[in-house]
């Protein structure tokens, strides 16, 4: 069945330093990958999206780059500041599915530091 | 425009009573899931809606917990009984047919003592 791998957090960052969070799957077929980020206290919201391969998503100064040779689409910020700490999930929808169930990944913890 | 609106936002309850958790979908989202997220984990689906429909509740321990979605718009979560380990944050999500992605509601916090 189709999974999602991220890197264990909590990842801890001083501001302005880069980000990376990795993030691989596994899919049966062609999936939709995507970004989701939960602040303290709220619900998951979504971050950036990808849809077909080398496509880049990007948003609020995060990106991802869908790699299917690779299967993965890591998450990367070149500053990141105080207010993005927060847990980020890694999820793929497969395009066969109808209902655009999602995967998700365990979730990564964020804390940056002032 | 309202997001997905979740009530309550925490519940408290002893184990072996009932407890329900509500969710009102985006206008025009004809797709509606209910996910469980456990302490540390992702969200896990239990039970996906097209419209009125349960089209996918594989996942849903159907001896304790039910679901409906009268007319297609909002719909409820029921378990009954409750047991410990259904401690956890219900998360209600919706969307439509494309792959724009789903939208969350800010979930429902159950505790379970």
């Known amino acids: 069945g189709d999974s999602v791998t991220q890197m264990e957090g909590p990842v801890t960052l001083s501001e302005e330093a880069f980000l990376t969070i990795n993030c691989t799957y596994t899919?049966?077929?062609?999936?939709?990958l995507f970004w989701y980020v939960q602040y303290p206290g709220e619900g998951l919201q979504l971050l950036l999206k990808?849809?077909?391969?080398?496509d880049k998503g990007s948003n609020k100064g995060f990106e991802a780059t869908y790699r299917k040779e690779t299967t993965s689409f890591h998450l990367e910020k070149g500053s990141v500041q105080v207010s993005d700490s927060a847990v980020y999930f890694c999820?793929?929808?497969?395009?066969?599915?109808?209902?655009?169930?999602?995967?998700f990944g365990g979730g990564t913890r964020l804390m940056v530091k002032p | 425009e309202a997001g997905v609106v979740q009530s309550p936002r925490y519940k408290i309850i002893e184990k072996k009573q009932p407890v329900a958790f509500w969710c009102n979908p985006i206008?025009?989202?004809?797709?509606l899931y209910w996910y469980r997220q456990n302490l540390g984990q992702g969200p896990e689906l239990l039970i996906r809606?097209?419209?009125?429909?349960?089209?996918?509740d594989s996942q849903l321990p159907k001896d304790r917990f039910s679901a409906e979605r009268l007319k297609g718009v909002d719909s409820t979560l029921k378990i009954q009984p409750a047991e410990l380990g259904d401690s956890a944050v219900y998360l209600c999500?919706?969307?439509?047919?494309?792959?724009?992605?789903?939208?969350f509601g800010p979930g429902t916090r159950l505790t379970v003592l």
């Open positions: 999500a919706t969307g439509t047919s494309g792959v724009g992605g789903q939208f």
């Open positions: 990808a849809t077909k391969a080398d």
């Open positions: 809606y097209e419209n009125e429909e349960a089209v996918d």
């Open positions: 899919a049966t077929g062609y999936p939709s």
């Open positions: 999820a793929l929808s497969e395009r066969y599915n109808a209902g655009n169930m999602l995967t």
């Open positions: 206008s025009g989202h004809n797709t």
